[in-house]
């Protein structure tokens, strides 16, 4: 990786509004343009209708322009009725070198039998911040699943609250974060086990460089009378510098009997034998390591079910690795 | 006369105080099968591993020069593509990286030093499928991740499939016959041969005579504390397999 700083270029204006060049196919887009929902004054609300499915993925890209610097906040709330499915892309860009602060209020419900899965991208500059506060409550054989991505920015925190409210709910949350220079991203975890029967895991991965830093903060609580509960956790760092630091807080309370909950956490750094390896069949280090961050990458990469959003994201990782953004300036056909 | 492609002069290398290879010399010539054998812990690897340019080893005099170039500069990388290949004593697992990965990327260095385009993905495949056919390997573990989850027997078939892939002019084979049954010796060994050209060199370092029944040596040397202190034709082998080492350190 290597430290840069760039901003994504809009891809072509149409009646004052964004649209992406090269939208990925299947995919509705719906842009919040500093904080506003095209098309709405008010924030974003989405409803999926009992037993709705739609074939289509929801893309809701947040950027930020010049228009607006500094800081601002705005509140998106997702509702996905009785047995409906959703898939949901949310993106969050900058488009200026205005020093940006952004707060998003998130809210998410998924009632029963209801499934959804959500991959979060987030890509913006060195000198913004983006503030993601997310709860999300999962009902009676609900299932959650996201993966959350955070490419680039200045300053991440993700807090993400998630309750399993009725028996058999699920949730799976992973993620991906890549940091250099001074960037520091966190991730807040809270998982509540509040009724019996429901199962969580998470895995959250991250490649720092330079002087970056990360904390990864994960609680998991297991209430009273929240037996048969299956709950993991797991979080590894890669440090490619003595100057970057991992922090990594898992934390467990459980007040139930009959559980099953785990957590694990390494840092790691390059494994100089497989680099050796690699070298000594002709392949340069600076292939080689980057063969190892993306083998490193991969396994909550692959989480991604739909195939093209999955190798999207892997090919935007290895660009990030490779320090090759500054190529995004001129389009966002890369961007999802 | 035919050309030297390896000649190691006065090697001395370490690991930190450690002094390991207390002055080798050795010359290759083009064609040559040389077979190096010794007890565990002669420095039989660390030589591979110093020719291979593994930093972990300091040279500390010497000089080592491999087709007419002073390598002891060189990046492991960079002695790759110039013609020198390690068959590893134990071969490492790469976990998330796969087979096809690793060599594609891999001969496309070598070709880019070469100066040849990259290979597309369906002259890899096909490249590549017939080179595993001369390890018998099956065609499934090009998509599994690198030796994660091989056998050893697969994982030193492993090692002469991308040996055929990348067609080296010196090939050091360290213990690639340690671990195996006879059906994957065979295998191995048959691999090796079938590789072989009039213009390309192999260094075989092996305990067994056993292999070198199959990979005839031409010479001989026994390496023992760092130093070769013996030097003679394939017959020698044979004595030691025979003798054991004592009659020569003495
Ligand atoms: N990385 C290392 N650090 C310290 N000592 C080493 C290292 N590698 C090898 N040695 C030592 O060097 C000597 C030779 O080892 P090696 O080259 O593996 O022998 P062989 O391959 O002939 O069995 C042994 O005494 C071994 O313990
Ligand atoms: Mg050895």
């Known amino acids: 990786m290597s430290e840069q700083n760039y901003i994504y270029a809009p891809g072509s204006t149409i009646d004052g509004s964004f649209k992406c060049k090269v939208p990925m196919k299947g995919t509705r887009q719906l842009f919040i343009v500093d904080g506003k929902p095209q098309g709405s004054p008010s924030s974003?609300?989405?409803?999926?209708?009992?037993?709705?499915?739609?074939?289509?993925?929801?893309?809701?890209?947040?950027?930020?322009?010049?228009?607006?610097?500094?800081?601002?906040?705005?509140?998106?709330?997702?509702?996905?009725?009785?047995?409906?499915?959703?898939?949901?892309?949310?993106?969050?860009h900058t488009f200026a070198e205005d020093s940006f602060e952004t707060t998003e209020n998130c809210s998410i419900v998924v009632e029963k039998g209801a499934s959804v899965e959500v991959v979060l991208m987030q890509n913006e500059h060195n000198r913004a911040a983006h503030f993601l506060n997310m709860d999300v409550v999962v009902g009676e054989n609900g299932s959650f699943k996201a993966t959350f991505i955070s490419l680039n920015g200045g300053h991440i925190e993700n807090r993400i609250n998630v309750k399993l409210e009725r028996e058999g709910a699920y949730c799976e949350l992973n993620g991906l974060y890549l940091a250099d220079g001074t960037q520091n991203v966190s991730n807040i975890i809270k998982m509540e086990h509040l009724v019996p029967g429901c199962h969580s895991k998470q895995l959250f991965k991250g490649i720092l460089d330079n002087n970056a830093n990360s904390r990864f903060s994960g609680l998991i609580k297991v209430c009273p009378g929240a037996f048969k509960t299956e709950a993991y956790q797991e979080n590894h760092n890669l440090l490619l510098t003595k100057g970057a630091v991992a922090i990594s807080e898992p934390m467990l309370e459980i007040y139930a009997d009959d559980v099953k909950c785990s957590h694990g956490a390494t840092n790691g750094r390059l494994n100089e034998d497989e680099l050796f390896y690699m070298r000594s069949r002709g392949i340069s280090l600076k292939e080689a390591s980057l063969l190892q961050q993306m083998a490193f990458a991969y396994s909550v990469l692959e989480k991604i079910s739909t195939q093209e959003l999955r190798e999207r994201m892997m090919s935007l990782t290895e660009q990030r690795l490779r320090g090759e953004f500054s190529d995004c300036r001129k389009c966002c056909k890369n961007c999802c | 006369m035919s050309n030297t492609i390896l000649k190691i002069r006065g090697l001395h290398a370490s690991v930190g105080d450690k002094e390991i290879l207390k002055g080798i010399d050795l010359e290759v010539k083009e064609g040559e099968v040389h077979a190096i054998?010794?007890?565990?812990?002669?420095?039989?690897?660390?030589?591979?591993?110093?020719?291979?340019?593994?930093?972990t080893f300091e040279v500390t005099s010497g000089s080592?020069?491999?087709?007419?170039?002073?390598?002891?500069?060189?990046?492991?990388?960079?002695?790759?593509?110039?013609?020198?290949?390690?068959?590893?004593?134990?071969?490492?697992?790469?976990?998330?990286?796969?087979?096809?990965?690793?060599?594609?990327?891999?001969?496309?260095?070598?070709?880019?030093?070469?100066?040849?385009?990259?290979?597309?993905a369906a002259e890899f495949l096909k490249l590549m499928r017939q080179k595993m056919e001369i390890v018998e390997m099956n065609p499934s573990f090009s998509s599994?991740?690198?030796?994660?989850?091989?056998?050893?027997?697969?994982?030193?078939?492993?090692?002469?499939?991308?040996?055929?892939?990348?067609?080296?002019?010196?090939?050091?084979?360290?213990?690639?016959?340690?671990?195996?049954?006879?059906?994957?010796?065979?295998?191995?060994?048959?691999?090796?041969?079938?590789?072989?050209?009039?213009?390309?060199?192999t260094i075989v370092i092996t305990h067994y005579q056993r292999l070198l029944d199959y990979i005839v040596p031409d010479i001989v040397h026994i390496l023992y504390n760092g130093r070769i202190i013996h030097t003679a034709g394939k017959e020698l082998a044979l004595e030691v397999e025979q003798k054991g080492y004592d009659w020569l350190i003495k």
């Open chain 2, 64 to 120: 080592i020069e491999f087709n007419g170039k002073d390598i002891i500069g060189m990046t492991p990388e960079q002695r790759s593509v110039e013609g020198l290949f390690l068959g590893f004593q134990y071969p490492i697992e790469i976990p998330g990286v796969t087979n096809v990965n690793f060599m594609r990327t891999a001969l496309n260095e070598h070709r880019k030093y070469k100066g040849l385009e990259p290979l597309n």
């Open chain 1, 44 to 92: 974003l609300t989405v409803k999926y209708a009992q037993g709705e499915r739609p074939s289509e993925a929801l893309q809701v890209i947040g950027v930020r322009t010049s228009a607006v610097p500094g800081s601002l906040s705005f509140s998106t709330s997702y509702h996905f009725g009785q047995d409906s499915v959703g898939r949901l892309i949310l993106c969050s």
């Open chain 2, 144 to 201: 599994r991740g690198v030796n994660v989850g091989f056998s050893g027997g697969e994982k030193k078939r492993n090692e002469i499939f991308q040996m055929a892939m990348l067609e080296p002019k010196l090939a050091i084979l360290d213990e690639t016959d340690s671990g195996l049954d006879v059906d994957a010796l065979r295998i191995v060994a048959t691999g090796v041969n079938k590789l072989k050209r009039p213009d390309t060199s």
């Open chain 2, 37 to 55: 054998m010794g007890p565990n812990g002669s420095g039989k690897s660390t030589l591979s591993s110093v020719l291979a340019g593994r930093d």
